[in-house]
């Protein structure tokens, strides 16, 4: 999750790569590059701490990398790789650092549906490059926990993206624009009466009784 101790936080802020990549960040496809491009440097960091890495394992690392590298956005590449040289091996600061791009540029650009969506694809596209790069791995359980690791990253993102900002939004449109059908007209009931979607499920109807 990307709630990391303040002092964390702040060790990473003081830096100053994360703001200004934050600043440069132009479209989804730059935030894809970003994903792309911390979730190597966390597998190769990881990697080079193990002195006895199996070549299997290399060769799965070789192809995540491979798979990725077409990714590549010039304005972006500086400041990426110095917010890639602070970061250790804690997957919370890859997830709070990833977030807080995202954040940034949905308060720039604007939240809405279809950017959210955009977004969302954007990162499971490069979760299933990741995901591609490892799929035909066997044994070294021990080993190929990095890469468990890195998909759960992305994952985790995607899940907090959608529970802090998407599914609020989504809530707000069920306010404004009504409920799909009757399976979900109670939930606009409860949020227009109370602010909270029902935690039962129940049709209109049984709320009628």
Known sequence: MPYI???????ILQ??????????????????????RL??????????LDVNVHENVRAVEGKIIERTSYRCVF????????LCALLGVTVGEYNYCITVILHWYLRTKGVSYA?????????DRVK?????GIATMRGFPDQLAVFDDAVGILGCVMLE???????????LKVI???????????????LKTTGHLCQIWRTTNELKK
């Open 39 to 48: 979730t190597r440097s966390f597998i190769q960091k990881v990697l080079t």
């Open 75 to 82: 304005y972006l590449n500086s400041d990426v790789e110095n």
């Open 128 to 132: 299933f490059e990741v995901e591609s």
């Open 176 to 190: 404004e624009n009504g409920a799909v059908s009757v399976l979900d007209a109670a939930h606009e009931l409860d």
């Open 15 to 36: 830096h100053g790569a994360l703001l200004q990549i934050c600043e440069k960040v132009e479209t989804e496809t730059d935030l894809g590059f970003i994903a792309a």
């Open 161 to 171: 993206l959608y529970r802090m900002i998407a599914s609020p939004y989504e809530n």
């Open 115 to 123: 950017r959210i969506n955009r977004i969302i694809g954007v990162l």
């Open 5 to 11: 101790k303040d002092a964390d936080r702040q060790k």
